[in-house]
Structure formats: C-alpha cells, structure tokens
C-alpha cells in the first residue's frame, strides 16, 4: 500500500503573487502530466489578463508526440484567489477551468524572485509543473525539484518528466 495524499501534509503554497508578472510565456520544463498532456512534446502556455473578466486566459499548445508532431492547443482560464483590483499582489492559491463548470486546484507552490520559474501543483500530488520563461532552466533551480526530490511536494517527485523542448 503507497502513501495517499491524504496521510501527507497539504501542499503549501507562495504568499504572494504579482498577477501582472505572472503574465505571458511560460515553457513548461518538467511535469507530472495529466491525461491530456501525455505525449506534449515543446509545451508552452501563455498567460494574457483577462481585465473586463479578472481572469487569466491560458493558451497551453504543444506538438503531440515528436518535436515536429501536429499542434494542439487547450485554452483554460485561471481564477487568481483573493483578485481585488489594481495591482495588489494575491496568493498563490488559484483555481484552474479547463472547461465550464470544471474548476480545479492550481497551487503556486514556488516562484523566482525575478520570475524566471514557477512551480505548480496540484493537492493530491498526481501532477505538478515546473514552468520557466525559457526553454531550459537554470540546473541549480531544476534539481530543487527535479533531481533531489521535491521538498515542497514529497511522494511525487519520481513520476516527474522533462519536458522535450
């Protein structure tokens, strides 16, 4: 019998995030995929604010399986928790729709200073990932998460695949 999420401690999540840093290109870098995402080859999401919804609009696209494979692409939107307006900063509890009604768990669990990398998770820690503004990512940020397991998220960290990029 393996470890269940429930006899973990609840991810913990960053205590502020810049919404509007938070917007445009994230390459994701390493992940524990979903069933959707088995296969993404040169995953990419782009973050725009969504002002007249105070949303974020998301633009996941990626090549299904080779680099060079077909292109799919799956808008989603994220619900930025606490949002009031302006520029104030909010958690880094969000929420995630793939779809209408559907709305999921989008735990910001690490972020760069400068914004370079983020890591996501999810509560049950069946996924998680590791986003940069690149395609690659710094090693020394990477093995946080990658190599050395996951301090923010343990029980996980050995189902994590690098992105093909």
Known sequence: MGLGASKLPPLRTVAEVDVQKFMGEW???GTIPTYFEIGACNPKEVYTWNEAKKVVNVQFTFNKNTLDGAISSIPQT???AGYKGGLAPVSGS???SPFWPVRLS???MDIADDYRYTVIGY???EYLWIMSR???IAEEDYSKY???GLAMAP???CKLLASAQ
Do not use: E, N
Request: hydrophobic share 35%; glycine share 4%; aromatic share 16%.
């Open 106 to 108: 989008y735990l910001i």
């Open 146 to 148: 990658g190599k050395d």
């Open 27 to 29: 390459y994701v870098v």
């Open 78 to 80: 994220l619900y930025p």
């Open 94 to 96: 969000w929420q995630v």
């Open 134 to 136: 690149s395609t690659t």
């Open 155 to 157: 029980a996980c960290s």
């Open 123 to 125: 509560p049950t820690r």
